[in-house]
């Protein structure tokens, strides 16, 4: 999902050199890996009151005032630094959102995020319930899906960030280990605790016993 880090690398250092077009080219190669960051993340429900466009082109302005201070003290990969930022403003437009229009917000939930409705959810669901990867049926496509986004749905925030970090962006163990502050042993325990709900979820207690 994110850009090859070898041609981020070289684009932070031409930016360090003074480069103002390799700073560009840096923001304009992140933007859909930005934009699809916040489409896993951004409420169904406020959909229609924010523009995950308006998202984005806020998250690059901040990265672009800020890029001089991060290059001065890379505490972590770029593109952990700008998801992070991207991540800020994701809740705050949940906050923001959430507080203005209660009421109206709340009637209004849809089955899953933008996101979501991929080939990941459908990969993600073989493996949890032992099918092919690829099912030929669109029915059963279709009901994957279903099944998947209202679990993923269930999870409390910790174990669902952890299954779109890993699944969704495609994250190493390593890379959630330095997104979330953590080691990685303790990222690879929660990734499976998170994935063991996730399957719990998936195959509810069979209730064909009458």
């Known amino acids: 999902m994110w ?8 684009l932070l250092q031409q930016a360090q ?15 859909e890996a930005v934009r699809r960051m916040i489409d896993l993340r951004l409420d169904p ?43 800020d403003h994701v809740i ?11 009421r109206g917000v709340d009637r209004e939930q849809p089955l899953a995020c933008a996101g979501w409705a991929e080939q990941s959810s459908l990969d993600l669901a073989g493996q949890l319930l032992d099918q092919e990867r690829t099912p030929a ?18 999870l409390d925030e910790d174990d669902r ?20 502050g953590l080691t990685e042993a303790a990222a690879s325990m929660r990734y499976l605790r998170a994935l063991r709900k996730l399957r719990d979820l998936m195959t509810p207690p069979n209730d064909s016993v009458s």
Not at 92 to 102: F, L, N, V, Y
């Open 3 to 10: 850009p090859n880090p070898n041609d981020t690398q070289n």
């Open 17 to 31: 050199a003074g480069d103002a077009k390799a700073a560009e080219d840096l923001l304009a190669r992140h933007r």
């Open 45 to 87: 429900a406020i959909v229609q009151r924010v523009d995950a466009s308006d998202i984005v082109q806020e998250v690059l302005l901040e990265v672009s005032k800020r890029l001089g201070e991060y290059l001065k003290k890379p505490a972590m990969p770029f593109h952990l630094w700008l998801r992070h930022i991207a991540k």
């Open 92 to 102: 705050d437009a949940h906050r923001k959102h959430h507080q203005a229009k209660k």
């Open 137 to 154: 049926s669109a029915v059963i496509q279709e009901e994957l899906q279903k099944r998947l986004h209202e679990a993923i749905g269930q």
């Open 161 to 180: 960030e952890m299954i779109l970090m890993r699944h969704f962006e495609q994250l190493a163990n390593q890379e959630v280990a330095a997104a979330l």
